[in-house]
């Protein structure tokens, strides 16, 4: 949060009605966007924003996304928007995918001792499996998926396997969202119980993050993760500045699903090993990824333990994909 953007966006909000039904809090509010020129960093932002209009942009549903992004971004630049993350997975709260329906925790019907981060690492996505409840997963798995169409009321069950979050942009593309709340929980329970329907997702996921504001929106629109293969020859250091300048940074690999994309792409490879973002930390005595993720999905083909500050990790481009520590960054 200490780059400079640019832009920033201004926000203003009309009072929420008086209403106590099922109209949901974000249709009985209006938010009105303002922007600014000035850069700053979010702090100054948010500090900026309270003191002449209300927050920083809180983004409730995707038409409040359309219009931001028409009016603002699109031919602007970046700006930041009232979105921050608190750090820690015990600050993580539960969401519903589908904007508007509120979590409430004594509605969910958890299998046994989940949900339990039980891969070793943070499961922040959660599905259904066979009729004995639900249970949270990494969201970089594949599984099926089960969709909610809002103009017939209707789930949709997908046999196809996606990553959690190409699952919700399917859904939202192609019905409404990902299966949503307690009611449409219900319903799959009952469809689950007389058929063997294998493990799914269902619009359940968790996060850090938060609306500076301090509502409680479910909506996020994070950009497509997209690999690009780039057909150039730099050393590691080169292949870091080029991606953070041209594209957002260098790949990181966290689940073995994510293996399987990057290695589909190094296949496209001329050169024998790619660059992957994974660094020795000489300072922590640490590998790790430039998305800061700590390394828990693993595919070495030599890690070695030589403290050798100046290595950096790259993978091979044919046969199993094994990653190999190349000195001389
Ligand atoms: C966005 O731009 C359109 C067209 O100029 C305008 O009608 C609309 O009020 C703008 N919306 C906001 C929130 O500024
Ligand atoms: C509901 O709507 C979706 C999308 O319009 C359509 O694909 C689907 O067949 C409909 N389902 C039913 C049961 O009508
Ligand atoms: C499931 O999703 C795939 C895309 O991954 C799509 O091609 C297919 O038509 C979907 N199936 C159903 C039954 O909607
Ligand atoms: C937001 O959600 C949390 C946990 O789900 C709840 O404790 C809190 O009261 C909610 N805040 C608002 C403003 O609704
Ligand atoms: C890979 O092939 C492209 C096209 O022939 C060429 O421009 C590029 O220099 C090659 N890269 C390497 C690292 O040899
Ligand atoms: C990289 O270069 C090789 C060799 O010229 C080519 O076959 C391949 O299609 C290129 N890959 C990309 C992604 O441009
Ligand atoms: C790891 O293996 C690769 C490929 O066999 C080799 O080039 C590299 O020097 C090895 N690195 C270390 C630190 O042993």
């Given at each position: 949060m200490h780059r400079r953007l640019f832009l920033l966006i201004l926000m203003d909000k009309s009072i929420i009605l008086p209403v106590k039904s099922q109209c949901s809090l974000f249709l009985c509010q209006s938010y009105k966007y303002y922007f600014t020129e000035e850069p700053k960093t979010w702090d100054e932002a948010q500090h900026y924003c309270r003191e002449r209009?209300?927050?920083l942009a809180t983004v409730p549903n995707m038409k409040y996304m359309k219009t931001l992004y028409t009016n603002s971004t699109e031919t602007q630049g970046n700006a930041w928007i009232g979105l921050y993350s608190i750090s820690g997975k015990e600050n993580r709260r539960w969401h519903w995918s589908l904007p508007g329906v509120e979590f409430h925790a004594e509605e969910m019907k958890w299998r046994a001792g989940e949900p339990n981060d039980e891969a070793g690492y943070l499961e922040n996505c959660a599905g259904i499996d066979g009729s004995t409840g639900l249970l949270d997963i990494g969201c970089s798995n594949g599984y099926p998926f089960i969709c909610y169409n809002e103009q017939n009321k209707s789930l949709h069950f997908n046999d196809s396997r996606k990553l959690w979050r190409e699952a919700q942009s399917y859904c939202r593309e192609?019905?409404?969202?990902?299966a949503s709340g307690a009611e449409q929980l219900n319903e799959i329970f009952s469809k689950f119980k007389s058929s063997d329907k294998p493990r799914s997702w269902i619009g359940l996921f968790r996060d850090t993050w938060r609306w500076s504001d301090g509502s409680n929106y479910s909506y996020r629109h994070w950009r497509d993760v997209e690999l690009i293969l780039i057909n150039e020859s730099k050393n590691w250091d080169e292949a870091v500045n080029y991606c953070r300048e041209h594209h957002r940074d260098l790949v990181s690999i966290t689940s073995l699903e994510q293996q399987k994309l990057v290695q589909e792409k190094a296949k496209?490879?001329?050169?024998s090993h790619i660059w992957l973002g994974l660094r020795y930390s000489c300072v922590l005595d640490l590998w790790f990824w430039v998305n800061d993720?700590?390394?828990?999905y693993k595919n070495w083909a030599n890690e070695t333990?030589?403290?050798?500050?100046?290595l950096a990790v790259a993978m091979e481009t044919?046969?199993?994909?094994k990653w190999v520590e190349i000195d001389g960054i």
């Open positions: 209009y209300k927050d192609h019905h409404t969202d990902l496209n490879a001329n050169t993720q700590l390394v828990c333990d030589t403290g050798d500050c100046n044919g046969g199993e994909h």
